[in-house]
């Protein structure tokens, strides 16, 4: 267990709907990481937050939003869902060495 | 850019032999960190091993060790002693400054009975 918690686990969402994904990072970390996992593919980086600002971002459009709160636990947002937007999320706290990554959240987009 | 290159899209060992799974990968960067993370069908990234650039030693941990080579770019793991736990799939992933990861596509591993 990393202590990174990720909900939901899955999620199946229509093209066109929009979807939130959540993050509970490990206790005393303050950055998180997001990245989108394609079946059989590596996992790609979609942005950072530190300390509830945006520090880094990947080639991802702007329907790809999120959020980071005071407690550092933090949110994808995905707008106007695409069938390619179908992967797995994964997120990731660091507090100062190597991330920890939760679970993942499977999203299916039909 | 960095690019992380994992040329071994699966491999299969024997139970307790071993196996050594590539990379290679590009920067500019002089200060970095290579990591090997293992993804099973769980779908957590569980980390294996780390190496920070300015160090010249391998490291090692338990069954686990690299051969770091910083000039050729190369990052390779080492899994002795195999086990049939070890069956997943095993990234390379590079850390520059901008603490952002670059992954490599992947090695399948498959460890025989």
């Known amino acids: 267990e990393t202590g990174v918690t990720q909900s939901p686990t899955h999620l199946i969402k229509t093209r066109g709907q929009q979807v939130t994904l959540r993050c509970s990072s490990q206790?005393?970390?303050?950055?998180v990481s997001w990245y989108q996992q394609a079946l059989g593919q590596g996992p790609q980086f979609i942005f950072q937050?530190?300390?509830?600002?945006?520090?880094g971002r990947g080639n991802f459009p702007p329907r790809f939003s999120g959020l980071q709160f005071p407690n550092y636990s933090s949110e994808l947002n995905v707008n106007a869902l695409e069938l390619d937007d179908s992967a797995l999320y994964l997120c990731?706290?660091?507090?100062?060495?190597?991330?920890?990554f939760g679970q993942g959240t499977r999203l299916t987009v039909v | 850019a960095q690019t992380v290159t994992q040329s071994q899209p699966e491999m299969s060992v024997q139970e307790a032999e071993t196996v050594t799974l590539s990379c290679t990968y590009d920067?500019?960067?002089?200060?970095?960190?290579l990591f090997w993370y293992k993804q099973p069908p769980s779908r957590q990234m569980i980390l294996v091993i780390r190496?920070?650039?300015?160090?010249?030693q391998n490291a090692t941990e338990n069954r686990f060790s690299v051969n770091f080579q910083k000039a050729a770019k190369s990052f390779s793991l080492k899994i002795s002693d195999s086990q049939l736990g070890d069956t997943a799939m095993y990234f390379c992933a590079f850390m520059g400054g901008t603490y952002k990861y670059i992954f490599g596509t992947g090695t399948r591993l498959k460890v025989l009975a």
């Open positions: 206790s005393g970390h303050n950055t």
């Open positions: 937050y530190y300390r509830e600002e945006e520090n």
């Open positions: 190496q920070e650039a300015y160090k010249q």
């Open positions: 990731a706290s660091r507090g100062g060495g190597e991330a920890f």
């Open positions: 920067t500019s960067e002089n200060n970095y960190y």
